[in-house]
């Protein structure tokens, strides 16, 4: 295991307070957190194992933070956690046998489509509807699930927009209901990578501590802040993603 020094571990842990809160309110966590491991020196593997080991736990505090709250569509997570979860492990397994930077344009179209429209899309006028189509609910958490297990980037906010434009939630409800589907992809996820040992514990703990406060503070903004500003949050970090990952897909040309 690399050995990383106390001051950058204390660094590591504030990245992971900013993007829990981001997270929380509108996904893409992960574009602070994954390339702050990898700056400090842990491989790819590593990096993306001791990111789950600390991400987990913002998912995990936001969904509580949401439920008490009474945000979360408690009918459909009963079976949007499972099926999340089951699609993540799949997808983890599938990162094996299929060349994932092929997804790599794909998902930058995706992101951009998404942020226009959620742009154009009109709102519910009731935040807390539950979702009108269970069944497109029960496949977004599934299909989704599995891309976080295989892939990852822009999962929070693929699922925020599905379920507004599929579902009818509104974007206080989508934002609260895309928190269980990402708790339960970051468990399955969490399990494989401890399972194959490529979580540094040592510095995922310090992460998961910072994102545990971001993943409540964000809430408390998003519920404070209501859909102006979850929709912002979103398409800013649709942009910020699309920007990263376009970067990265040209520079490996």
Not at 131 to 148: K, N, Q
Request: glycine letters at 14%; charged letters at 10%.
């Amino acid at each position: 295991m690399p050995l990383v020094s106390t001051g950058v571990i204390a660094l590591l842990a504030l990245a992971g307070l900013v993007a829990g809160t981001v997270d929380a309110i509108a996904g893409g966590g992960g574009l602070i957190t994954l390339p702050a491991l990898l700056t400090a020196g842990l491989p790819t593997q590593l990096a993306l194992g001791t990111n789950k080991g600390g991400s987990v736990w913002g998912s995990g505090i936001a969904t509580f933070a949401f439920w008490r709250a009474g945000k979360v569509d408690r009918k459909q997570a009963r079976f949007a956690f499972p099926l999340a979860f089951a699609g993540s492990a799949i997808g983890a397994q599938l990162v094996l046998l299929v060349d994932k930077e092929a997804l790599r344009p794909i998902v930058i179209a995706m992101l951009a489509g998404a942020a226009v429209l959620l742009l154009v899309k009109k709102p519910t006028r009731d935040e807390d509807a539950p979702s009108r189509r269970p069944e497109i609910a029960a496949l977004l958490a599934f299909v989704i699930g599995a891309y976080d297990g295989f892939f990852g980037p822009g999962t929070g906010t693929f699922l925020i927009v599905g379920f507004v434009a599929l579902c009818g939630n509104g974007m206080t409800r989508a934002t609260a209901n895309a928190k269980v589907v990402n708790f339960a992809s970051n468990l399955a996820a969490l399990a494989t990578f401890a399972y194959h040992g490529t979580i540094v514990w040592s510095v995922a703990l310090p992460m998961a501590a910072g994102q545990l406060v971001g993943g409540f503070v964000g809430v408390r903004l998003a519920l404070q802040g209501g859909a102006k500003l979850i929709r912002v949050m979103v398409v800013v970090v649709s942009g910020a993603l699309v920007v990263k990952l376009a970067y990265d897909f040209y520079t490996q040309l």
